[in-house]
């Protein structure tokens, strides 16, 4: 019985930090580098969401990567395009984003983020970007699929021309001990 109590214990001291805790603060900034346009060769499908939910009032949070996002500016060749934060449950590995007002159920920006929770967490964005006809049918959309995989509780740049992202996931509990500091890591980004 002793030693069955010592290994309860080691498995709980040597577990996963990520089942400490049952949600995560996502962050994610998504800017366009450039001017220039790189349509699909179709445009954005009905089902885009793929059956994921959409995220939610309750969920969303205040925004702790503002001092990243005032960089991107136009003089400096950026354009954010989506810039959102919310609280994402261990359960529902998959959330769909949205901005602007839907026109037939599209966005201006509009697709999934998938986590998938591990020592490293692997994030799938599949985003479509989207150019509206003057009867808001739509006209053109653009796509930034990419997987990557991010370090917990730091800022991690994700490349793919010419969309970039900037994306932050930390456990809920931590996020709201650690404040973010306004010069913390802010000239890895310049």
Request: aromatic content about 10%; charged content about 15%; hydrophobic content about 40%.
């Amino acid at each position: 019985m002793r030693n069955i109590f010592r290994l309860a214990l080691l498995l709980i001291v040597c577990s996963n930090p990520v089942l400490a805790y049952s949600a995560q603060q996502v962050e994610l900034i998504v800017f366009r580098q450039g001017s220039s346009n790189l349509p699909a060769s179709h445009v954005a499908p009905d089902l885009w969401a793929q059956g994921a939910p959409m995220l939610s009032r309750e969920s969303q949070r205040s925004t702790q990567l503002d001092y990243l996002a005032n960089k991107l500016t136009a003089e400096n060749g950026y354009q954010v395009v989506l810039h959102q934060s919310w609280l994402q449950a261990d359960g529902d590995p998959a959330v769909a984003l949205t901005t602007g007002p839907a026109f037939f159920e599209h966005y201006p920006v509009q697709g999934t983020l998938t986590l998938s929770l591990a020592r490293h967490t692997t994030v799938h964005l599949d985003l479509w970007l989207n150019q509206f006809n003057a009867d808001k049918t739509l006209l053109s959309s653009e796509r930034f699929k990419h997987k990557a995989t991010v370090k917990r509780d730091q800022v991690t740049f994700i490349d793919h021309y010419p969309f970039g992202a900037l994306i932050r996931i930390q456990p809920y509990g931590k996020a709201k001990q650690t404040p973010v500091q306004s010069g913390a890591h802010a000239a890895d980004f310049e």
